[in-house]
């Protein structure tokens, strides 16, 4: 089946599927009676470029040493030069009747053919192409492990003169493979990975060189340096592995983040029916090339086994399911290593082979039976956030009586227990008023439960709760958010003091009095320091960081990465502390402490990107009054400590305040609010050095009231300015508006007399109000199908018509596009599964959906021009960008389908999820198609959302303009 994991592949098979398009359209149209023309030119023309691809196909062959390919190309060639033989055979007999009906058939399996063919010959070679970068990954990989016995100075030096070559060309092989895929988090999962790498590079040569500087000058923190090295080519192995992962990818689901655990299931689970006849093949074959086709459909088939087991709501089936692959996977390993080495008709071969087989259909069985029991639970997956947590809660709170499979129930309790989990790291009145919150959202969701599971779901008494209860819940969310701010505005304060203080720790003078005790001290403060921060910056993504996927995902990374390096320096420290005079020791040091502080700066600024500026200024404002509270309370008594200590904490809040504004600024385009930020951050940072200089002589005599006086002038100089860098920030992100109005309170139990009817009007009649204004195809958007559950393509295209109905599209290009998109893709669906229309349409229908896909992207890159935050504007870009490519995708699958439609009697696929053919091919084919269409919707999705929210910044004098006004809500 077609694969568009790269740009070269995708552009290849273009042009071919629109000339296949145009024969499947030829052939539909003589199956209503028409004479088929004359086909010879065109043919011929085909005839010469598969003569040509199968040339330098059999001569790459002839060249390499890839065994895979030599078993993986020639099939694909054959059947290149077989469709080429049919479409020949068909325009010859079609010159003598064009109306032969044998003609036509071998036309549409010509075109079949050459389409496919030429799909597995590229994929074979590009495969071919991986496998060279995955050597080279390996090569570097096996440098990495004899790490252990490079043991002097002069190893060292040949380790690195060989190591630097093939760590060069892997660096440069992958990059440029990045810079060839299609789907963007392939790409960003390489880069990120590749990027690790590199940084490690300097850190593992300087690893190695303090273990053996650390271990020829007597010994002491040898355990340390050998720590620190094995740690470097551990994380240095585990990236490469990852490059190794993603290379081997083709596929991604735009949506997994946000599909829930069922649909995910049932994704690998035809996964494993669609791989396990090619796994079977390798099974049976004792001279099948050990990496080929059949060895990774085994692998993958127990990768999507793992991804069930991963999300049973069983522990016995996650457990059964487990143990299982973990069995298979030690036999294949033990299979393809016989094979390697030819004994692949051994007894213990086949015995192995033999027992591989039974067991994958042992597992396809637990796997089937994980997937019902999920089903029959009814248990659906909660949102990964707590805004997403909410939103799920509302929607049964909407209409508690529906059954939600107690997905919005518990929705409810976990933003609940996440605002426990955020109560237990705070302190005083703001503790106990979360706390009671959230006992009294918890009280009002048991209530509504009981009267729920009592079928009173639709109750007055249900209604009356569910309304107080979608008020606890927003005043809850609203709650965490504040807390986090303030946690956010107090961890984050300094970031770099307790480094600092164990850097001086580490290298102390011999001679200093309590040098030990100090170190372990300050190595402690550093350790609970970080932990701090990355737990904080995790409860950020958790409930802070709305929804956003790649943010949330970003900052739980370098979060592992935080936990993962402070250790690590620790040891560092240790090695440095022990031998001060080792300027190997001095320089890892400074190398650890510049990893650990690029990648705490990093989590520092997703943290600031995930909270919002305004409340963040607020928090900031508020903890520096605590200070002057704190810091009057040490003057009144003479506490000169307390007076450094508090004021220090001032100007460090100040300063927070100056780099969050200044980011505002850095991330804007709009020259007026660059102007007024510039201003105000300056004369809030003119008023820091005064303060501090007060402060320091205040803190030298506490007693001396003219030194109070001065410092607190300064001190109100420095509040009046973060102030008025607030109400600069606010002008521009004014507070977020609820989505929809608070419902109207129940008037089913209100009664009031009527009042007198008014007399009739004796003069004229007034004249009748305009009707209201609508959209065109309202009437449309009101009438969309409902999807069943065995109609995935119908179900995307129906979440994106949920996501842009709630819009109006009248001056609003985007909305309008998205609406047609969301019709056309139901339409396809019903074609797809043979409702109606030919091929010719279905084709048509993908066309279509493909010049939507082009107008959206097009409609959403000129609003991204036209916005001034760039932080929005390159989120826009980066969701829209992917959309043409999933189109023209789109496009070629259809194309393929269309071949097939009518080529077989249909009949159900084993889990009913969309009408198959009986071929493998079709059912491939059909599944490619419901990825695809599901990846476009959910892309769509993501641009609407993004849109929106970049059109609060368009230019003013831009003369752009585009209208988002939301419908009535759910009540109306």
């Not at 190794?244 to 994704?267: N, P, S």
């Amino acid at each position: 089946m077609p694969v568009f994991h790269t740009k070269t592949i995708e552009s290849i098979l273009e042009p071919v599927a629109q000339q296949v398009s145009k024969l499947v359209i030829l052939h539909e149209e003589a199956e209503d009676g028409n004479a088929m023309p004359d086909l010879a030119r065109p043919v011929q023309a085909v005839k010469l470029a598969v003569d040509n691809l199968v040339r330098v196909g059999r001569e790459t062959i002839s060249g390499s040493e890839d065994q895979i390919l030599k078993q993986d190309m020639p099939p694909a060639l054959d059947r290149v030069e077989e469709a080429s033989s049919l479409l020949l055979g068909a325009s010859q007999m079609l010159r003598g009747d064009p109306f032969s009906v044998p003609a036509r058939k071998k036309l549409i399996e010509g075109s079949r053919g050459i389409l496919q063919g030429t799909s597995a010959l590229l994929l074979a070679f590009d495969e071919s192409e991986v496998r060279k970068i995955i050597r080279i990954c390996k090569n570097v990989l096996e440098y990495l492990a004899i790490t252990e016995v490079v043991e002097n100075m002069e190893d060292l030096v040949t380790f690195v003169k060989n190591l630097s070559p093939i760590l060069t060309k892997m660096t440069k092989e992958v990059d440029a493979r990045e810079k060839e895929l299609t789907h963007q988090v392939h790409r960003e999962m390489l880069a990120r990975s590749l990027e690790q790498v590199k940084t490690l590079t300097p850190v593992l040569i300087s690893g190695i060189k303090i273990f053996i500087t650390t271990k020829q000058q007597g010994g002491r923190g040898t355990p340390q340096a050998q720590e620190n090295r094995d740690f470097v080519v551990r994380k240095m192995s585990d990236e490469i592995h990852e490059i190794i992962r993603v290379l081997q990818l083709t596929t991604y689901d735009e949506d997994e983040w946000e599909a829930d655990d069922l649909t995910v299931m049932k994704k690998a689970q035809s996964g494993i029916e669609g791989k396990m006849k090619r796994a079977a093949d390798w099974l049976l074959d004792p001279h099948a090339v050990m990496g080929g086709v059949g060895e990774k459909s085994v692998r993958h088939i127990l990768d999507d086994a793992m991804k069930v087991a991963e999300r049973c709501v069983s522990p016995r089936d996650r457990e059964d399911i487990t143990r299982m692959v973990d069995n298979i996977t030690s036999m294949v390993d033990g299979l393809a290593e016989l094979r390697a080495n030819d004994q692949g008709n051994s007894p213990q071969a086949v015995a192995l082979a033999r027992g591989i087989q039974q067991q994958l259909g042992q597992l396809q069985d637990l796997v089937k039976r994980a997937v019902a029991n999920n089903e029959r639970s009814e248990v659906v997956k909660p949102a990964h956030t707590v805004t997403g947590k909410v939103e799920q809660a509302r929607r049964w709170l909407q209409n508690p009586g529906m059954d939600d499979g107690g997905l919005g129930e518990e929705a409810s309790r976990l933003v609940v227990a996440e605002g426990r989990r955020i109560a237990a790291s705070l302190h005083g009145p703001e503790r106990g008023e979360l706390l009671h919150l959230c006992d009294e959202t918890e009280h009002l969701t048991n209530q509504l439960a009981d009267l729920c599971r009592k079928g009173m779901g639709n109750s007055p008494q249900a209604k009356a709760i569910a309304r107080n209860l979608a008020d606890k819940l927003r005043e809850l969310e609203n709650k965490i958010q504040s807390a986090l701010v303030n946690q956010v505005a107090d961890d984050f304060i300094d970031i770099a003091s307790p480094l600092k203080q164990l850097s001086d720790a580490a290298v102390a003078p011999m001679n200093m009095p309590g040098r030990d005790q100090n170190f372990d001290d300050k190595s402690r403060k550093f350790e609970s320091h970080a932990q701090k921060l990355a737990n904080t910056a995790k409860l950020v993504a958790a409930a802070g960081a709305g929804n956003n996927k790649k943010t949330v995902q970003a900052i739980d990374t370098t979060a592992q990465q935080i936990n993962d390096l402070t250790p690590q320096v620790v040891r560092a420290a240790t090695v440095l502390f022990m031998n001060p005079q080792n300027q190997a020791s001095a320089e890892h040091f400074e190398l650890m402490k510049k990893q650990w502080t690029d990648n705490m700066e990093k989590l520092r600024g997703l943290v600031d990107e995930a909270t919002d500026t305004v409340a963040f200024i607020k928090a900031a404002e508020e903890g520096i009054r605590r200070d002057t509270e704190r810091t009057e309370d040490a003057i009144k008594h003479g506490d000169a400590p307390g007076i450094v200590a508090n004021t220090s904490n001032i100007a460090r809040r100040a300063n927070r305040v100056l780099q969050v504004a200044q980011q505002e600024a850095d991330n804007s385009e709009d020259p007026g609010f660059v102007d007024r930020v510039g201003a105000a951050t300056e004369n809030l940072r003119s008023s820091i050095a005064p303060m501090v200089q007060n402060a320091k002589i205040l803190a030298s005599n506490p007693r001396d009231p003219t030194a109070a006086n001065n410092w607190r002038k300064a001190n109100n100089r420095l509040i009046d300015g973060v102030k008025d860098v607030r109400h600069v920030v606010e002008q521009e992100f004014p507070p977020p508006q609820d989505a929809f109005p608070v419902p109207p309170p129940d008037m089913s139990q209100l009664n009031l007399d009527a009042p007198p009817r008014p007399p009739l009007p004796t003069s004229t009649v007034p004249p009748r109000p305009p009707p209201p204004e609508t959209d065109d195809e309202d009437e449309t958007m009101m009438h969309f199908p409902m999807p069943q559950a065995n109609q995935p393509i119908m179900m995307a295209a129906h979440a994106l018509h949920r996501e842009v109905k709630q819009w109006s599209s009248k001056d609003n290009e985007i909305i309008a596009a998205a609406k047609r998109m969301a019709l056309l893709m139901a339409k396809l669906s019903q074609l797809v599964r043979g409702e109606g229309g030919s091929k010719k349409d279905l084709i048509a229908t993908a066309k279509k959906i493909a010049e939507a896909s082009e107008e959206v992207t097009k409609l959403a890159k000129l609003l991204a021009r036209e916005c001034t935050d760039k932080r929005m504007r390159t989120n826009l870009l980066q969701v829209c960008e992917r959309i043409p490519t999933i189109g023209t995708q789109l496009k070629i699958l259809s194309t393929v389908k269309a071949t097939m439609l009518g080529a077989q009697e249909p009949v159900p696929a084993p889990d009913g999820s969309e009408i198959a053919c009986g071929s493998e091919e079709d059912q491939e084919a059909t599944e490619m198609l419901v990825g695809n269409a599901q990846n476009l919707m959910q892309s769509v999705r993501e641009t609407v959302r993004a849109a929106e929210a970049a059109s609060i910044k368009i230019r003013v004098d831009s003369g752009y303009s585009i209208c988002w006004s939301r419908r009535g809500p759910w009540y109306s």
